[in-house]
């Protein structure tokens, strides 16, 4: 049973608008959440992350929030730009699985139009 | 040049097949990690090491073995491959706690089992 989803397998936005990723999880024994962001022939690489004591934290056009009472995090975007279109995967860490090993989502495709 | 790299960047091969991924990393890290990737899975922890001695299964390591040659090197051997590990396989380092849940991916291994 993924304790990570992303149940939104695509997200296509015009250029200058928000994009708005999504994430659910399970355990509520994670308590640090990080979004990476992978472009087709590349691995994986880190873009924002966030603790379980915040409930925001922004990094120039990238937000992430978090809503420990549903369990939901999401990512915004603004504005979105054509080189944001890649895959990102939402991921979860605790202190209870073997020292912060990291849980995956199944990834969002983001698509920005010009 | 890269953090972490990984040799061969592709590989086909037939079912029945021995097969040695490569990893190394140049970021000091003692913390290794062999991740698999499956479209709508995200990523899926095949193995990990702490540090040279120390090496654990992940979420699916049947089928899979590991070698840490040293602090920089990570193996991942495919004993009798068949068809159902086509996939794309990401070896990750991450320092230790508290900064363990941001790791470094290399560029990935496009896998292919006729």
């Known amino acids: 049973d993924q304790q990570v989803k992303q149940n939104s397998p695509s997200l296509s936005v015009q250029e200058g608008r928000i994009s708005i990723l999504n994430c659910d999880y399970t355990n509520s024994m994670f308590d640090y959440f990080l979004w990476y962001k992978k472009y087709p022939a590349e691995g994986p690489t880190f873009l924002i992350s966030i603790s379980s004591i915040k409930d925001k934290n922004e990094d120039g056009r990238f937000t992430v929030f978090l809503n420990k009472s549903a369990k939901h995090l999401s990512l915004h975007i603004v504005p979105s730009q054509p080189g944001d279109s890649a895959v990102y995967f939402c991921?979860?860490?605790?202190?209870?699985?073997?020292?912060?090993?990291?849980?995956f989502g199944g990834g969002t495709r983001l698509m920005v139009k010009p | 040049d890269a953090d972490v790299t990984q040799t061969p960047r592709n590989r086909i091969t037939k079912t029945g097949k021995r097969i040695m991924l490569e990893c190394s990393q140049t970021k000091g890290h003692d913390r290794m990690y062999w991740y698999r990737q499956d479209p709508g899975l995200g990523l899926r922890l095949i193995y990990y090491?702490?540090?040279?001695?120390?090496?654990n299964k992940g979420e699916i390591s049947d089928g899979y073995s590991v070698s840490r040659q040293a602090q920089a090197k990570f193996s991942l051997s495919l004993e009798s491959a068949i068809p159902n590990q086509t996939a794309l396989y990401f070896c990750?380092?991450?320092?230790?706690?508290?900064?363990?849940?941001?790791?470094?991916f290399g560029p990935g291994t496009r896998l292919t089992v006729l």
């Open positions: 090491s702490f540090d040279v001695k120390d090496i």
């Open positions: 991921a979860a860490s605790g202190t209870h699985n073997a020292g912060n090993m990291l849980t």
């Open positions: 990750a380092t991450s320092d230790t706690p508290p900064k363990a849940a941001k790791q470094y």
